[in-house]
Each structure stands twice: as C-alpha cells, then as structure tokens.
C-alpha cells in the first residue's frame, strides 16, 4: 500500500461533546450553562454551552411514517450561519446542519422528494438499506441537476434488520465536500427496542449523530477551527434520571472524521452496530466511531451529577473515506 499524504490524516480529538445530567427531571433547572466546563478548538465559552443561539441554522426535525409511508421534503440549499464563533458556510438539508432524522418500519414505503436548490448537481444514498439500487430507489447513479425536483421512492422489506442508517450525497466526484459541507442525516428502521427484554419496549430513546464543521477537505489536523457538533449543535445537554435506562444511537455523519467517546463513571451496552442488532451484547466504556459507522447502546444514569460525553485523542493514521 503506498501512502499518499492526502489520503492519510492524522486525527488528534480532545474536546468535550455533550454535557449529561444526571438528575430527576423535576430538578433539571436552566442550569446547562453554568456547568460547562470546556470547550472544543476554538472559543465557545460558558454560556455557548448549548443550542447554539446565534446560530441561524434550523434545529433537526424528525419524520416518522404515517399508515405505512413516510413522505418527506428534503430541500438542500446553502446557508450561513454561525459555528461557535465562526461564521461558516454550508449546504443544509432543509436548513439544518443535520438533516431531518427518518424513522421509518420494516415493510413501509419511504417516498422522498429531494429539491437541489444549489448550483450544482447532487443525489442521495441510503448507507446500509437492504433495498434496491434501481431506478428511484437507492439509485447512486441517478444526477439532480440544479434546480431539479427528484422522487424518490423506497421500499423497506419487511425482513429488514431493525436498527441506525444514515443518508447523504453520493454524487461521484462531489459527494465528499457535499457530505463535509452538511448533507448527511440520520435514518432509523424502528423496532430496535421491541427485541429488548419487555421492561424496556417503552425505553426512552435519544440520538447523537456527529460530525466536525466546518469540514476541510484536505487539512483535517485540528489546528484549524473545526468544531465538534452533535445533533447540529455544540455541547449540547442530555438528561436521564438516576438508575434509567435509556437507549442511545450514535452515528457518525462525517465523511472523515473519527470519534472515541466515553462517559466517565458509565458503560455502553452496546444492542446495534451498523444498522443490526448485535448476535451478543457487549459492554464497552469507550466507543470509536468511524465516518459512516453507527452504534445503539444501553446506558443506564449513574449518581446525580454533570458528566461530560466526552470525545478522547483519537490518533493514528486513518484512511479517510473518501466517497468519490
Ligand atoms: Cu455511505
């Protein structure tokens, strides 16, 4: 294997991406920033802690299908906004530096319809779907060209494996910056939760999809100001009681980027990796999540306290997933 220096990057990560609380919701108080207690590269300081409020992206929204069909608008556009204390530039879906999470059940049908407001061509693929490449389906082949409406049309089998998928541009040639510039989002197939013990089927769910912005293409080295977001945000508040058991679904909808996370004092139960229920659950305190990969775990509220989600120094040299 010959290394060409463009392709291999070294990652260093030491940076803070959630704040958890761990309290009775009765005494979850307005008291997020005040406990922030780091940053990431850049100068977010307390106060910046969560939703970024100055930032003029849309929240994510969340699509869930209605008597069997999940119908959505997905329009992609450019947007400006502000990134901690950036002012940075990015194509959206619908607004949103993370676009709108799907959930959709094994056996219904996904029609989408995918508006390219940009000045260049751009389509749309469905990471780790077992469904059909043709046509309008999970077609990469397909170009929408600016200005173009395109139908996309999805049938999930009924057998498919419940569990976390994503989706983004996958148009040759493009499709690295586009999904570095923020066409990415998260997609469920729901039922994860009804193959947990009964105790659990009602188990309160949150997702954290992640990605660095803004994304440089060839000088992902940390020194410059890329910000670590969940969800769309920087550190972003997570709550769950004492003793709760929720489920967490990470995925990582960066086209490079790798995460090794932990939550100090707590373990992942890990239940779904890439999109299937695991044949053995495992227990792990860090999770390395690379571009594209994706976890459900079980996390179960320690002590009441402030934990930190923290995103540890991931180094090594990674061949970055280069999509073209
Ligand atoms: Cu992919």
Redesign the pocket.
């Known amino acids: 294997m010959v290394l060409r220096s463009p392709e291999f990057i070294f990652i260093t990560l030491s940076m803070l991406a959630a704040i958890v609380i761990i309290t009775s919701q009765d005494a979850l108080g307005g008291s997020a920033s005040d406990i922030f207690e780091g940053n990431l590269t850049g100068d977010v300081g307390p106060g910046q802690s969560s939703p970024l409020k100055e930032m003029n992206f849309s929240e994510t929204t969340e699509a869930y299908s209605h008597e069997g069909i999940l119908e959505a608008t997905i329009i992609i556009d450019e947007h400006e906004g502000m990134v901690g204390n950036e002012q940075v530039k990015a194509i959206t879906y619908n607004g949103s530096l993370n676009g709108p999470t799907l959930h959709v059940k094994p056996g219904e049908r996904m029609v989408l319809y995918y508006v390219n407001k940009l000045d260049q061509p751009t389509n749309i693929?469905f990471?780790?779907l077992h469904v059909s490449p043709l046509g309008a389906s999970d077609n990469i082949f397909r170009v929408i060209g600016p200005g173009e409406t395109a139908k996309y049309v999805l049938d999930i089998p009924i057998d498919h494996p419940e569990g976390t998928f994503?989706?983004?541009s996958?148009l040759h040639g493009l499709s690295t910056v586009q999904?570095g510039g923020g066409l990415s989002g998260l997609l469920v197939i729901e039922g994860l939760e009804d193959l947990l013990p009964d105790a659990l089927h009602n188990i309160t769910q949150q997702t954290f999809t992640m990605r660095g912005f803004p994304w440089h293409y060839w000088h992902l080295n940390y020194t410059s100001p890329t910000y670590q977001t969940i969800n769309g945000e920087i550190n972003p508040v997570v709550s769950i009681s004492p003793g709760e058991t929720q489920l967490w679904r990470f995925a990582n909808i960066d086209p490079g980027t790798f995460y090794n996370i932990t939550l100090p004092g707590h373990t992942f139960r890990v239940i779904e990796e890439d999109g299937n229920p695991v044949w053995k659950v495992w227990d792990t305190k860090y999770l390395v999540i690379a571009a594209?990969k994706r976890f459900s775990a079980l996390v179960t509220g320690g002590e009441n306290g402030t934990y930190p989600l923290k995103m540890l120094p991931y180094r090594g040299v990674l061949r970055t997933?280069i999509?073209r």
Do not use: E, S
């Open positions: 693929h990471h780790g994503w989706y983004h996958h999904v594209g997933h999509l």
